[in-house]
Each structure stands twice: as structure tokens, then as C-alpha cells.
């Protein structure tokens, strides 16, 4: 059958709840039809919270979501709610100030919430317009996909390489997730469109984690980083989150199908680390650790294991051992600990070290996480996506 049975027999709940339930619930009740756009977040009882600002980053991962999904056939109506997140994004995000770029959030009220222009949110823009561009081949968003990444180039050059986090700069951290995103963005371009531009951009990326975000002394990622791309002292600047760690395996392995570049070296320390010292007795992956593997922050949050599962697709796809069983434990914890609750379209998305939900609302943006997991399991199983 495939490589891959536990996987797949841990798939199966999972991949039945995101079609017929999650889809459907989040492409009606997570739609914001007087305002335009996703909601940003649920109530506990599965309500719109409407008195929080809408993010670029949500709207943006939704798009990718809702792309995909009507790509595969998943969710026919995808394509609709696309065409429409596009149309809000375009009029309410980009330039909608008069400057270059994407604004960070949209008020409650409908006007501009935060003008600043973050790294991470121009990530997402990128990720969900390059789905579309896939799923839709409207080429109208090329210009704005490469004139967003020229302002990137532009306004966000850090002197040491790579982006700034944020114009302006919210503090003197340099952090590598924006990076991470962009990498993943850079990535999806490249698949969508053939374009080799797009790869020349991964690449930068990929060589700035190889020299400055992967610790080789420790076989880490380091999380917080100073203005010259070093651990920022003390232990802040030891801190590495077994979560990412997974989630830049899974990157790493998608860039070297395109680039030829070997990333195995990368990915086995990345995930020997992670295996070794982010695991908890329980049998969830932790929020984060030290550079030593001291656990620093013992709860569970949902993401982690969905990125869990996609590592272990990639390496035992690569030809590590035991990645079937891992990757089939990480889609049990979402199913029996995450999806699902408090209703059933939803999900708690952080638990503490015993279990308990640590959860004041739902948010909307765990589900690109989800859909991942989902669709990559799907790709390695050979499961019926129809």
C-alpha cells in the first residue's frame, strides 16, 4: 500500500472531520459576510468575535486554505470564498494607506487598525496569493505578488541579511520565524508559477538559517536573534521550539526537491533534538526548550503536531526509521486532544502540561496548520482525497 500504515490508519478521522466538518463550518460561520473577509476568531460557543482587529496573516493563510481545498476538490465552494478574500485583501490591506505594502491589521470598525507593515503578515499575503494564482491561474496577482516582494527587498533589507521583522521595527530582535514563512511563501511561488526568481529568493533564505538561525554546537534553531544575527544573551537566546524545528524540516526538505541543495545534515540534527528533549511523558511536543533540551515552557499547544506530522512525512520519506509511528501519534494527539472541541467545528488550541485547556477563544489561523498536516498525510498515503 505505501510506507506509511499507521499514518494512514490515524488519518482517517482526521482527514473525515476536515472535509465535512471544518471546511464547511469555517467557509460559513468563520466568514465575515458584512465586512468582507474571515473572521479573525471564534468564542468558545463558536460565535464571530467582532471587536478585535482583523490581521493580514489570517486572511491570508485562509486564502491559502480555501484555495487549496477547492483545488482538490475538497471544498467546491473554495473557490468562491477565494475570489472574495482576494478582492478584501487587495482593497482593504494592500497600499490602503497610500504606501507600499500590506497594513497589519483592519479595526473593528472597519478602518485601519495598525499601519505597521510586518514581515510575518507579508508571508502570508505572498502564500495565499500564490495558491490562488494555482488554483485560479489569474496572473493580475503576479504584479502584485513581485512588487510586494520588491518592497520586501526594499524596505525590510536588514544589514546582516535577510528581513527586519516589521517597518518599523517593533524592538532590537531579529527573530527567525518571518523568515521561516517567507522561505514557505518563496517556496509555494515557485511551485505555482515554475518561476526560478522565486527560488533565487528561497535560497537566500535558506543560506541565512544555514549561517546564522541553525546552531550547529547544540543542532538547533535559534528563535531570538541580536542586530548583527547572533543568540541574543542570556536565556532568551537559547530558547528553540521543538514545533519549528519540525516545521523548518518539512521546508528544508520541499526546497531541496527543487533546488537540488542537500538539507539532510540540517534535518537530522533539527530532528534528533526535537525527538530527543520535546517530547513530554504524556507523548505531546512541548511549546519550547533551551539549547541544552531543558524543557522552558511546558505546555501543549495544537500546532506543533501538525508540523510533527509533516516532519516525519518528509523524513521517512527520506528514509529515517520510526517517522511512521511518530507522524501517526501526532495526528492521534490532534484528533483526541485538539479538533474538535468546544464544538465541533472547532478546536482548543493550547492544553497545559496536564491537560487542561488553556483557551479564551478560537482562532481562526490554526486551521492552515491543520489543512497542512492533512493534505501532506493525504499526499504520503495515497488516501482518497475525493
Known sequence: MNNFPKLHHSL???LAWTKETALPFWGAVGVDAARGGFHERLDLKG???LDVPKRLMVQGRQLFVYSSAALSGWYPDGRTLADR??????????????KPGWIYSRAPDGGIGNPMRDGYAHAFALLGLSWYHRLTGDNQVIPVIDATIAYLDDA???????????????????????HMHLFEAFIALTQATGNERYLAHATKIFELFAERFFQPSSGTLCEYLSDELVPLPGAKGRICEPGHHYEWIWVLRHYQRLSGRDVGPYC???YQHADRHGWDKGGFIVDELDFSGTVVTNSRRSWPHTE???ANIVEGEA????????GAQ???RLTDTFLGRPFPGGWIDRVSADGAPIAEFVPASTLYHVFGAVTEAVRVTSSNAN
Open 330 to 332: 501526532c495526528l492521534t
Open 308 to 310: 510533527g506530522a509533516k
Open 85 to 98: 478574500c482576494v478582492e478584501y485583501m487587495l482593497g482593504k490591506f494592500y497600499r490602503a494607506d497610500g
Open 12 to 14: 482517517a478521522p482526521l
Open 319 to 326: 528514509g529515517r526509521a520510526g517517522c511512521d509511528e511518530r
Open 156 to 178: 525590510f533589507a536588514a544589514k546582516r541579511g535577510g528581513y527586519l521583522d516589521a517597518v518599523p521595527p517593533p524592538d532590537a530582535i531579529r527573530r527567525q520565524n518571518p
Open 47 to 49: 460565535k464571530p468575535v
Open 268 to 270: 537530522a540534527a533539527l
